[in-house]
């Protein structure tokens, strides 16, 4: 990855970091471990050992010069044998943005949820949450900082009634910092906040309303404002196959959020802590950013459409030194949304001799037949009420 370094279009060589990560069967440094990762600043031009189904990311930071003069900016990376691909960052803008949310829960209880995104370098920030009056903080603070964003202190100020968040923000969507926490109010009515940021001496600001009972909507005054009525959270199943494995075999972790609602859910996050047994082989999603670190796999969806959903498949590979029986994995909505959901892998520690049925094979040809027998017998029982209620 040769990044540009013309001047005035380009990147300032001397500003130029990048960080290489590998998954657990690869490594940035052809010859290593796997695992390796790898740092270095100026151009990319290394060897790496990628296996199939293995992955490498590499992080790369750079600043433009002061007097770069185009709408747009592009970078390209490429292989040694041909490939390449290209990304052109179509907004070129250092100062912080935020979105907020107000979720009714309860009645009179609001949770306000804001996301901060970074669109320059890294920089240390504060945030700041003064509420309105009408509202008194009740709790559920929660700061997250996502990727290689840092949290410094994160706190609630009684004698100013502001809730403040104090770190350091990296560049980009996969490095934004999320905060959430919830008052309660005394009724009906219309409901502001705003939280505003400092990073680098730049400030930004953003605001989202609510309206509880039959009140008049309220306006906000700036075109981050984002009124919610009372919601459901997003409905989050996850399936396994196959449910039967052996070990060092391959398990498809299918997860689906879906929005149940009539209006648009924003900034929704799931989270999967995968099991040490499990080996993450990849990662995706039919809607929304998916990172892997370590064991946890996490999904960010910025906005999720009403009755839409979004499907995430994650692919993993079970320890062949496993000798247990059974694997759970769960998967689970963060704040501010509630919900989450589990699956079970059986594991199989050994074949069966040359025409044995399997041991397991029994247990289960019973089990499904005691399940279609009793959903036959719930069928019949409900037809027969039907029929004496006529």
Request: charged share 10%; with cysteine.
């Amino acid at each position: 990855d040769n990044i540009p370094t013309a001047d005035p279009d380009g990147f300032d060589p001397t500003s130029i970091t990048w960080t290489c990560t590998a998954s657990a069967g690869a490594s940035c440094i052809s010859g290593q471990p796997a695992g390796t990762g790898d740092t270095g600043t100026g151009a990319i031009n290394t060897f790496i050992d990628v296996p199939r189904d293995e992955q490498i990311v590499y992080m790369l930071t750079a600043t433009l010069r002061p007097n770069y003069s185009q709408p747009t900016v592009t970078n390209t990376a490429a292989l040694e044998t041909g490939e390449s691909a290209s990304d052109t960052n179509g907004i070129i803008s250092d100062p912080p943005t935020g979105t907020k949310v107000g979720v009714v829960i309860g009645g009179t209880r609001i949770r306000w949820t804001m996301t901060w995104l970074n669109t320059g370098g890294a920089q240390a920030a504060t945030i700041s949450d003064t509420l309105r009056p009408g509202q008194t903080f009740i709790g559920n603070l929660g700061c997250t900082a996502v990727g290689t964003s840092t949290t410094t202190s994160c706190l609630y100020d009684a004698p100013t009634n502001t809730v403040t968040w104090q770190g350091t923000i990296g560049t980009g969507n996969a490095n934004r910092v999320e905060i959430a926490f919830d008052v309660s109010v005394s009724g009906d009515g219309n409901y502001n906040n705003v939280a505003s940021i400092n990073m680098g001496g730049q400030a930004a600001s953003t605001t989202a309303a609510v309206t509880i009972g039959d009140a008049n909507p309220p306006s906000t005054d700036n075109n981050l404002s984002n009124a919610q009525p009372i919601i459901d959270d997003p409905i989050i199943v996850k399936l396994v196959d196959p449910v039967f494995i052996q070990p060092g075999e391959l398990a498809t972790w299918t997860i689906t959020i879906t929005n149940p609602n009539a209006v648009a859910l924003t900034n929704i996050q799931m989270s999967d802590d995968v099991p040490v047994p499990l080996q993450v082989v990849s990662a995706s999603a039919t809607n929304g950013t998916v990172t892997v670190s370590g064991q946890v796999v996490r999904v960010f969806i910025n906005t999720l459409a009403p009755n839409e959903t979004s499907t995430i498949t994650l692919i993993t590979r079970l320890d062949p030194a496993f000798q247990q029986t059974i694997v759970s994995n769960s998967a689970f909505l963060d704040a501010p949304y509630i919900g989450d959901s589990s699956a079970d892998i059986f594991v199989i520690n050994g074949l069966p001799e040359t025409g044995e049925a399997p041991w397991w094979r029994t247990s289960v040809l019973l089990g499904l037949g005691l399940l279609l027998g009793l959903a036959g017998f719930v069928a019949t029982r409900r037809s027969w009420q039907y029929i004496r209620k006529q």
